[in-house]
């Protein structure tokens, strides 16, 4: 018999067969399968037809299983069993999660949200695999729905209508200075931040065209735009530089490399940070531990 001629056959017959060689009753089966005596009868009666045996003959009360119908049972065990397993809700244990995710980030959150949430995750799922790759504002919904990430940490740039989405918080902009900037010690104005050379960070974030616009009448000297602060502390000794970058990497920068940490001196639209996923995984247990583990990280990373 072919697979396609399996899928012809109602296989829920074979479950009843199991209950009645148990019970060796019909009126105990249909308790069992939760039908009438008499639908029970008419199983009983298609199991016949359906198997080409009498599978059982009456002995009293009491229905005796041939031996045909005794060997389909001790068959019938290890299938059933599986499907069983199959079939039951499964309580997802992140200690045993081998599952690998992809996950789609811009240069901010590469370099200050995914260090501080990868510590999280690894000691509750250390066996998890994970896979960070450059997130694609403009095709953002192409990227996720069609697998090439299963998460995506960023700002809502694109059309993010049909996506699935949490909420992680807002990044502001600052600015760092080396110490002997002369305005390290000062408080900078919106004169000295145009006056000064400057470095643009995580520019995959936006951050270029929102300074643009908050200060489009204005020129500033950029002497670099890079998504890598590395690049831009190279400068340090050679101009008096001012590094504009989202806050979070300043900090982590200004205390790894005792820099000057100052807030822009003029207002520019928050950055606000979402998580995205396509609807394909929202019932994905591990996807749905995997998001609210980042989820939560990120949430209390960005409060403080």
């Known amino acids: 018999m072919e697979l396609e001629d399996i899928y012809r056959q109602d296989l829920s017959l074979l479950i009843a067969l199991q209950i009645l060689v148990e019970e060796c009753s019909v009126t105990q089966a249909a308790k069992r399968l939760h039908l009438s005596q008499s639908a029970t009868s008419r199983i009983l009666a298609r199991l016949r037809d359906m198997l080409n045996d009498p599978l059982f003959t009456r002995v009293g009360q009491k229905l005796v299983p041939t031996q045909f119908a005794l060997d389909c049972y001790s068959q019938l065990q290890q299938p059933t069993g599986q499907l069983i397993a199959l079939l039951t809700p499964k309580e997802f244990i992140p200690s045993e999660c081998q599952q690998k995710f992809t996950i789609a980030a811009t240069d901010y959150a590469m370099q200050a949200l995914v260090p501080f949430v990868l510590p999280a995750i690894y000691s509750k799922a250390p066996n998890i695999k994970l896979e960070i790759i450059p997130v694609h504002h403009r095709e953002l919904q192409s990227q996720l729905s069609q697998q090439e990430a299963d998460l995506a940490i960023?700002?809502?740039?694109?059309?993010?209508?049909?996506?699935?989405?949490k909420y992680l918080g807002k990044v502001g902009v600052s600015c760092l200075l080396s110490p002997e900037h002369p305005l390290a010690d000062s408080t900078l104005t919106l004169t000295d931040y145009l006056f000064f050379p400057h470095a643009t960070i995580a520019i995959s974030d936006g951050v270029k065209a929102l300074l643009d616009s908050a200060i489009a009448t204005a020129e500033r000297n950029e002497l670099l735009r890079t998504s890598h602060l590395d690049s831009a502390l190279a400068l340090l000794n050679f101009h008096p530089l001012i590094i504009t970058l989202p806050e979070g990497m300043a900090e982590l920068a200004a205390s790894k490399h005792r820099l000057r940490l100052k807030p822009l001196p003029f207002d520019i639209p928050s950055l606000d940070y979402k998580l995205f996923w396509h609807s394909r995984s929202e019932l994905d247990k591990a996807h749905k531990w995997l998001r609210e583990e980042i989820t939560a990280s990120i949430r209390q990373l960005l409060k403080q």
Request: glycine letters at 0%; aromatic letters at 0%; a positive charge.
């Open 154 to 165: 960023c700002r809502p740039i694109s059309q993010t209508q049909q996506l699935n989405q």
